[in-house]
């Protein structure tokens, strides 16, 4: 298993930005598939960006795509979620998933995770 701790969010104004980091511990190493999914009230939990081992490609969710930008640290055993030009509707709280045997088809579902870490509220408001 390996845990995950994020860290970052905050309240920001409208066109802002943020840095998400999730640092793992325990069973950690380059071989996970990573992703950022996001949950704002009284909605289901909504994928936003995932790394795949595999060919080391990257996705984002339309809504953020070219406004967020995944990326990993190996040596510090962390992954980072640069948010810019943050919009309200941005407004959830962020959680980072990891996940040795993601399968290609589950990239962007929630289930195709089994670690999560619990997760840090960003709030977009003026």
């Known amino acids: 298993q390996v845990q995950l701790v994020e860290s970052g969010g905050g309240l920001v104004h409208p066109g802002g930005s943020l840095t998400l980091s999730c640092t793992a511990s325990?069973?950690?190493?380059?071989?996970?598939?990573w992703a950022w999914f996001r949950q704002a009230p009284g909605k289901d939990r909504e994928f936003v960006a995932a790394f795949r081992r595999s060919g080391s490609y990257t996705y984002y969710a339309d809504s953020v795509k070219g406004r967020f930008t995944f990326s990993r640290d190996n040596s510090k055993n962390t992954v980072y979620l640069q948010m810019n030009s943050l919009k309200p509707e941005d407004t959830a709280v962020y959680y980072c998933?990891?996940?040795?045997?993601?399968?290609?088809?589950?990239?962007?579902?929630?289930?195709?995770?089994?670690?999560w870490g619990q997760g840090t509220q960003v709030t977009v408001s003026s």
């Open positions: 325990g069973r950690t190493g380059t071989r996970y598939n």
């Open positions: 998933a990891a996940d040795l045997n993601t399968i290609l088809s589950e990239t962007r579902n929630p289930r195709g995770y089994d670690n």
